[in-house]
């Protein structure tokens, strides 16, 4: 089976302090970490599993610039056999819609009989592979925590609906999944597998390589635009804390006795 | 000369049947035996390589103190003692039993230099050995069978109680040394009766009791005994001989060659492979243990070289709080899979994974790689570079728990396992209370003699942060020029080594390793022994470093740091840490300087110094999920509450962090607390009075200054 794993590298949220800059636009990305989105590690490790059960190849794309080759590289690490960089200047300030109509015309000039992408990204849209899937007029099903393969035409997933439930439902391939973590427990990438592909190539496609309308990507074409950044005001009755840990937890725990919450 | 020429005669002529039987048994016993080693040592051949050629008069001296001279065994009193009297009696019944041997087929054999007083001499002794080691052997069979110590047992989930097979090979020795007590009782007593002068004044002893039943024997119902004892001596001995390659009593032919060959420099940790330089890693094609024969053929030995004895497990923190990890079974499950794939007939090896088989990745992931299994084995059998090498192997093939891949990718991309900035590594000197006392220099641009090597735990988390700041107002205190790297200081790497992912270590190393030199300073300090043991033992070319409690303990001998009286009724006890104590043996510096404290109570835990029990493990071992039954730390709270304790002086950050979790795991709080000894040691140091004349301007100036 061949699998296509869309990627996107992100701050690490466990291991940044996310703040905003001074115009408010943007967050402060100085001294940020950034690795591969989560969810999306998750998808890499459910496609090597599936290939590890059925055969076949998996490939990692990201649409991003040349600092997005280490999270390719790392998902190479795990496991994955190709690394696929998209990346034009004119995709710059693309939105969710343009992403999925670069990656559209990435999918079309392979054959893929799954493509996976983590459930969201850091932004939280979770827009990618919904319209990917329309795009490709393919079928989509979303927070896939099991995936399993019936005769290499269709799969039988299972999705968390409501209330902790799961759905089990049969989707025929190609198609679209997005992938929640816990789905799996993801391998570990040590230094020496990412050392050891240090130096495989990694294939570069840009704007004419795939054949768009350079209009019909990057900012221009963007429906929807950001305008602005903010954190939250302090709202009725919040109590922000300052202290250290222990003072905070007794704190914590004194409200909630003086609220009647502990008996 | 002629008496011992008729004895030999009359020896000669009961024994003249068996010549034919005699010799065959020789043959068989003496080919089967070199058949059987040479098949055990198969998988030594194909195992990877392991540079124990070196230091020969060293290792010999550890032969003398550790083989020959027992060194371990009196740890444990009762089976200790048994053990150094049988040994003993196996050492010094060596010659005579090759003598036995030959006697069978040529009767006037006498070995060299045995002729004459010494002969008589050694003769008498033996007797008494062969006794001794009867008479242990019954008392060991009785203590299996009745008395059944707790660490013998085997639990269901390793297999099968090994309680027979112990009780066989004993009483097979009890039949060896009554086969050959028989034999000469029975030489002696046809001598006496042919009216030669019997040299036997052994006394009391086991021969000397046969003796006197034969001596009314007719001359040839003794020929007879003398013709049985020499045939169940023989047949004895060589059924021992080629069973015990199967089995626990391996070491008694193995022994010797593991402890000649055992680790001199225990806490330097095995490289990835001996044969593989650092600067070459990266053309390996695979790292650690994988499979059987990824062991070096050191480890092979030490797993023929297990007695069973249970020291390890019975000293193992991890398998004491429940953990799926027995350091015992480590190493005999390895011997059961060599045994079974490498039979003595057929095919050998299957070059199938080990965990996942034999082990299961919990039980490699369980070890806090404390030591306390490697104090206590008599026979000096590693641990750790087994446990890492397995580590290496699990890391290598991604198998990491969940729980180590966030810490060790943070430690990766930030420098310390919390994935916290590196700029706020030195956050905790800028605390407004303490900058007042005293102020601490980074050494980006200041120069020092010395380095205070913080380490990630004491920069980063809250609680840990007094143990830094008393560490710094100590070394302040004694007038130390000192500073700290602050941002450019990385993880020591101590457990991402231990957890077996070395390129990541390597990467921490270097780059504290550079930050270090070219600081210029003399010396290091540390107040984590997790952090000094890597500096010291798998850092190179970096200055000297010391614990904080070593330096304490030298500024009282020298008069420099005084202590206040300490107040209240409270009664102390001194947790030593692994990683100060049994892997650097500095165990009196802490507890020179607790006792340097006027009124301080100071009691001892059943288990301290080289048999400390282990807080639960640092490092990455904080975030590790293990599967227990109880907490590792809680066990030691308790202790320190039995000892009649209610503060534990610890010397350790993470033994702070896990002690203080236990001492609430265990309901104890409010009755026992916990404290680091610098903490201790600057909350009761004599400040100088200000003299009349020195202002506090000028006092703090001489802080900031680090004088």
Known sequence: MEILVCVKRVPDTSENEIQLNAAGSDIERDELVYSINEPDNYAVEEALQIVGRVGGKVTVVTVGNEDDEEVLRREMAMGANHGVLISDDTFAGSDGRGIAAILKRFVEQGSYDLILTGVQAEAGAAEVGGMLAAMLDYPFASLVSAIEVIDGKKLKISREIEGGNKEISEIDLPCVLSIQTGINDPRYVGMRGIRAVASVPIATYGVSDLGLDPNSVGAKAAKVQRIDYFVPTVGKGAEILEGSREENIDKVLELVAAKGGLK | ?707
């Open chain 2, 1 to 707: 000369m002629v008496a011992s020429t008729q004895a030999a005669a009359q020896l000669g002529s009961w024994l003249a049947p068996g010549y034919a039987l005699f010799l065959c048994i020789h043959f068989l016993g003496v080919g089967s035996f070199a058949y059987i080693v040479m098949r055990r040592m198969v998988p030594l051949v194909r195992a990877q390589s392991d540079l124990r050629f070196d230091h020969p008069l060293e290792r010999l001296g550890r032969v003398g103190k550790f083989w020959l001279g027992q060194w371990k065994h009196p740890r444990y009193k009762v089976a200790g003692t048994v053990h150094i009297l049988f040994f003993a009696g196996f050492i010094l019944l060596a010659m005579r039993a090759f003598t036995v041997l030959i006697l069978g087929t040529s009767p006037d054999f006498v070995m060299p230099g045995m002729r004459g007083e010494l002969g008589h001499v050694y003769e008498v002794v033996t007797d008494y050995a062969a006794t001794v080691v009867f008479l242990c052997m019954i008392f060991a069979i009785v203590r299996r069978v009745v008395f059944k110590p707790a660490r013998y047992e085997v639990p269901s989930k390793f297999g099968k109680a090994h309680k027979a097979d112990a009780v066989f090979l004993l009483a097979l020795i009890a039949i060896l040394m009554l086969a050959d007590s028989l034999f000469e009782a029975a030489k002696a007593a046809g001598q006496m009766q042919a009216g030669q002068i019997a040299h036997f004044s052994a006394a009391y002893s086991l021969p000397w009791l046969l003796k006197t039943v034969f001596v009314s024997a007719s001359l040839s119902s003794i020929g007879q005994f003398c013709f049985a004892g020499y045939l169940l001596h023989e047949i004895t001995f060589y059924f021992l001989l080629c069973y015990r390659p199967f089995g626990i009593q391996f070491h008694v032919e193995t022994s010797l060659f593991n402890v000649y060959f055992s680790k001199l420099d225990r806490e330097v940790l095995k490289p990835v492979r001996w044969d593989v330089s650092e600067e070459n890693l990266d053309q390996l094609t695979s790292f650690g243990v994988k499979t059987f024969e990824d062991f070096t053929w050191k480890h092979m030995l030490d797993f023929y070289s297990c007695a069973d004895c249970g020291r390890c497990s019975d000293n193992c923190p991890a398998n004491a709080a429940g953990r799926p990890l027995s350091p015992r079974f480590l190493t005999i499950k390895a011997r059961d899979y060599a045994f079974q794939h490498y039979p003595m007939f057929g095919p050998t090896g299957n070059g199938k994974a080990l965990v996942g088989g034999i082990y299961s990745e919990d039980e490699i992931w369980s070890c806090t790689t404390c030591g306390a299994c490697e104090e206590e084995c008599p026979l000096l059998i590693e641990y750790i570079d087994k446990i890492v090498d397995l580590r290496r192997g699990l890391v290598d093939e991604g198998r990491v728990p969940q729980s180590l891949q966030k810490p060790l990718k943070a430690l990766e991309s930030r420098g310390n396992p919390y994935g916290k900035m590196e700029k706020k590594r030195s956050d905790w000197i800028n605390a407004k209370d303490f900058q007042q006392t005293c102020r601490v220099k980074t050494l980006d641009k200041n120069g020092a003699d010395t380095l205070y090597f913080v380490d990630s735990i004491t920069s980063y988390d809250e609680r840990m942060h007094s143990i830094g700041r008393a560490t710094a107002k100590i070394l302040d205190h004694i007038g130390e020029n000192f500073g700290i790297l602050g941002a450019a200081e990385k993880d020591s790497g101590h457990e991402v080594r231990r957890f077996g992912e070395e390129l990541l270590f390597i990467s921490l190393r270097d780059q504290n390793a550079e930050a270090i030199r070219a600081s210029g300073v003399q010396k290091i300090v540390t107040a984590d022994p997790h952090a000094l043991n890597a500096l010291k033992h798998d850092y190179k070319n970096v200055p000297p470093v010391e614990h904080i409690s070593q330096v304490v303990a030298r500024g009282v001998k020298a008069g420099k740091v005084k202590f206040n009286p300490i107040e209240g009724d409270k009664v102390y006890t001194y947790h030593d840490p692994c990683y100060l104590g049994r892997h650097n043996q500095i165990y009196d510096d802490p507890r020179e300087v607790l006792d340097a404290i006027p009124g301080l109570r100071r009691v001892e835990m059943k288990r301290s110094r080289d048999r400390s029990f282990c807080c639960g493990g640092g490092g990455l071992m904080l975030f590790y999920e293990p599967k227990e039954e109880e907490r590792i730390g809680v066990k030691r709270v308790r202790m320190a509450a039995e000892a009649g304790a209610n503060v534990i002086v610890t010397a350790c950050p993470f033994c702070m962090a896990n002690i203080e979790d236990a001492i609430k795991v265990a309901g104890l709080e409010g009755k026992m607390t916990a404290i680091d000894i610098a903490e201790l040691a600057e909350q009761q140091m004599v400040r100088e009075i200000p003299p009349q004349t020195k202002s506090t301007f000028e006092m703090q100036a001489e802080c900031v200054a680090g004088r």
